[in-house]
């Protein structure tokens, strides 16, 4: 029960970060380096609940990852490490179309940034829910 409660909290943290990061890019100074058609989202509700349950999705499968190598990640620092540097390849593939299209580095860079700590956030409370069980380990 307390893995599952780390996991929906992370969820909903990264989710909640993922909104702020959406309101924050389309009504901040950031808006000059946004695509153009990042104002005109219609975002539905349906949008938002099916992104919240990929969010879990993800989660639950680098909760399944870090068991499976928890004897490898005794302590919290390296369990958060080990989630901050998969979440940060996810958002880099994320930006991967940056290569060959019409997007502003400049944004890609400030998104692949942003989803890190959004990442990063996520591995702290996720560290701090899950913890291996072997003698020794913090």
């Known amino acids: 029960m307390k893995v599952f409660i780390g996991i929906l ?11 702020l990061g959406l309101y924050l890019a389309t009504s901040t100074f950031v808006i000059g380096l946004a695509p ?8 539905s509700t349906f949008d938002y609940i099916f992104s919240f349950f990929l969010k879990f999705f993800v989660i639950l ?10 004897p490898l ?11 901050f540097f998969l979440g940060s390849i996810f958002a880099l593939y994320n930006e991967v179309d940056l290569f060959w299209s019409d997007v502003d580095y400049l ?10 700590i959004n990442w990063l956030i ?8 899950i913890k291996p069980r072997h003698l020794g380990a913090l």
């Open 73 to 83: 990640l005794d302590k919290p620092r390296k369990r958060v490490l080990f989630i």
């Open 9 to 19: 909290l992370a969820t909903i943290v990264n989710f909640l970060m993922g909104v």
């Open 122 to 129: 996520t591995a702290y409370i996720l560290s701090r829910f």
């Open 36 to 43: 153009n058609n990042i104002n005109s989202l219609e975002l």
């Open 107 to 116: 944004w890609s860079t400030l998104v692949i940034i942003a989803e890190s």
């Open 61 to 70: 499968v680098l909760t399944w990852i870090l068991y499976k190598v928890m």
